[in-house]
Every structure is written in C-alpha cells, then in structure tokens.
C-alpha cells in the first residue's frame, strides 16, 4: 500500500467530516445525559404513614388471635384448638351505628377488612341492620367480635328499626296489604313476599346471601315488580336447587307492576327492560314509524321477535295509553 492509498483511506469530504463531528457530539451527550439527570434530580422522600398504620393494624388484628386449649365435656383427655379474641389487644371500641359507620371507622374498631367489605356490599344493596343482633349475619363476623362490640353498638330507632320488621303497605285499591314480621322467622320455614322484601328478609332465607339478595332485588327494580313467584328463578346466579327449596316460603300478596308505554317509549327507555332487549325495542319503534301507534299490546304479536310465549311473558308490562 503506497503512501496515496494511505491518505486517500483516511481522507474525508466536508460532509463527512461534519457527520463524524455530529456522531461524536451525540455520543457526549448520551453518556453526559444520565450524569446529569442523576446530579440534578433529588427524589422525594416517600411517606409510608399511610402504610405503617394499615400494618400497625393488621398487626392489631393478628394480635387480637390467640389459640387456646378447651377440654370436651367429660372426662376426656383430648383438647380442641379455638380462636379467642383477646379484648386487650384489641382496639378501643367507641358508640357507632352500623348502618353509617365508615370503612374508616370499622378499621378502627379492628373489624377484618374483608368483613367491612362484605358490610358494604350489603349496605350498597339496600340492606340495613334493624337491631344489634344483624350484624351476626355478615359473613366473616366472629361471635367473638360481635361480644366485643356489642355495647357499644347503637343503631337510630326510629330511622331504621321496624316494629317486629312489619312492612305495611297499602294497594292502589286502599285494601292494605298482608304484612310480614319477624316473629314469623322463628318458625321455620316462615314466608316471604317476594314484591315487599327488603335485602335483610331475603338472607334469611337458606341459599340466599347478600349478593343473591342484591341481585334479586335489582331483577324485581328493573323489571318493575314480580307477578309471578316462577320469575324468582329467572335471577342470574341462583341455583335451581335454592330456587326448589325456598320457594314454598314465597308468596305475592298483590302487585302493582310499574308498566312501560309502548307508543311512547323510547329505544333506550324499552331495551332497559329484561324482557324486552334492544332488538325488540328496535322492532317497536320501526313498526310504530311505519303503522303508527299500537291500538292494543295484542299488535305486538304482528312482530317477528314475539311468539305467545314471549307475549304472556311480556304483556303484564305493556300499556298503549
């Protein structure tokens, strides 16, 4: 290789050079970057009281737990392992009513935080706790704990509790309606009106807890009341084997179906119904643009979607007034 080969190998044009100088600088900044940023951030300090207290409680908890050992009735030599809740290791308990009372509030009364979502839930679906001894009900809820708390629970009389739970209403007609108590839950089975029941009536029944119970009452609001007992067993989740067993403890003592106007309704007022869907609702209003309005719900059998068995189903809904 000759002395011109060298110098040509190492030679460069002005813009080559000028892409070497600007490699060169990308190649500085990438490695300067990261030196800088690291100098010049200062990462806040994190505060974890938040933390700290949520396991200061949960340690609470576990603490309140101790194993201790029972001997069983007679002479026997054998022991039984039972959890006791320890009074003095659990938190200070104040007055409160449990129909109001905080995720907060129950946290600090040590309540396990699966057992204060589970009172939620049950309180977002219409339940409500009548008297001390409801709170036995919630699932999660130790005897234990229920001993610990009990004096201090304070539920507001004449808010929420309900002589003997009585539920009277009076129909459209003014005959008053069949009520149903308490009293009559000690016997068992004891019946229920599927149209008046609240969430807490329901779990009384074998089969059905809370969320059954918020599921059945949210079926009954969109449809707009029951007219059958049958329709019990239209409810999403619910077993037929709990359906067969409760329903010999359920019964309609009247209605008064909350019925929805086919000449006026609209696509979204009719698809919100559980029997109707946006297909039919869709079929409804396209033959009242192209027929007018319906003269009876028996027009209804004109549309394609609706045989007699969707019609009988349907009808005690409808109105064309």
């Known amino acids: 290789m000759n002395k011109k080969d060298i110098h040509d190998y190492f030679s460069f044009t002005r813009q080559e050079r000028r892409g070497i100088v600007v490699l060169c600088i990308l190649i500085i900044l990438c490695w300067c970057i990261p030196i800088a940023i690291e100098y010049f951030h200062h990462d806040k300090p994190s505060d974890f009281s938040a933390f ?8 609470q908890q576990q603490d309140s737990l101790k194993v201790t050992s029972l001997k069983r009735p007679g002479n026997q030599k054998d022991l039984v392992s039972q959890n006791v809740l320890n009074d003095n290791q659990l938190p200070n308990p104040f007055p409160f009513d449990p129909n109001t009372l905080s995720e907060n509030g129950w946290q600090r009364l040590g309540v396990p935080l ?66 149903y108590t308490k009293a009559n839950a000690k016997d068992d089975p004891f019946v229920l009106d599927i149209n008046l029941a609240d969430s807490l009536q329901w779990i009384n029944l074998k089969g059905i807890g809370p969320v059954l119970s918020s599921r059945i009452i949210r079926f009954r609001n969109s ?55 946006y297909r039919l609702a869709a079929s409804i209003k396209t033959f009242r643009d192209q027929h007018g309005s319906f003269h009876s719900t028996d027009d209804l059998k004109q549309l394609q979607l609706v045989d007699d068995q969707i019609y009988r189903k349907l009808v005690p809904y409808l109105t064309v007034k």
């Open 52 to 59: 700290e207290n949520e396991a200061k409680l949960f340690q």
């Open 114 to 179: 699966r057992v204060i979502h589970t009172i939620q839930n049950y309180r977002k679906a219409g339940g409500q706790f009548y008297k001390k001894e409801d709170l036995k009900k919630i699932y999660g809820f130790s005897p234990e704990m229920y001993d610990h708390l009990e004096m201090y629970i304070q539920i507001e009389q004449n808010k929420y509790n309900k002589k003997s739970y009585s539920i009277d209403s009076t129909n459209h007609d003014g005959n008053t309606k069949p009520a």
């Open 223 to 277: 449809l707009g009341g029951f007219y059958s007992i049958e329709q019990i067993a239209e409810v999403y989740g619910l077993p037929d084997s709990t359906y067969q067993h409760i329903k010999q403890q359920l019964n309609i003592s009247s209605f008064d179906l909350k019925k929805v106007n086919i000449n006026t309704a609209s696509v979204q007022e009719l698809k919100s119904h559980p029997y109707i869907g």
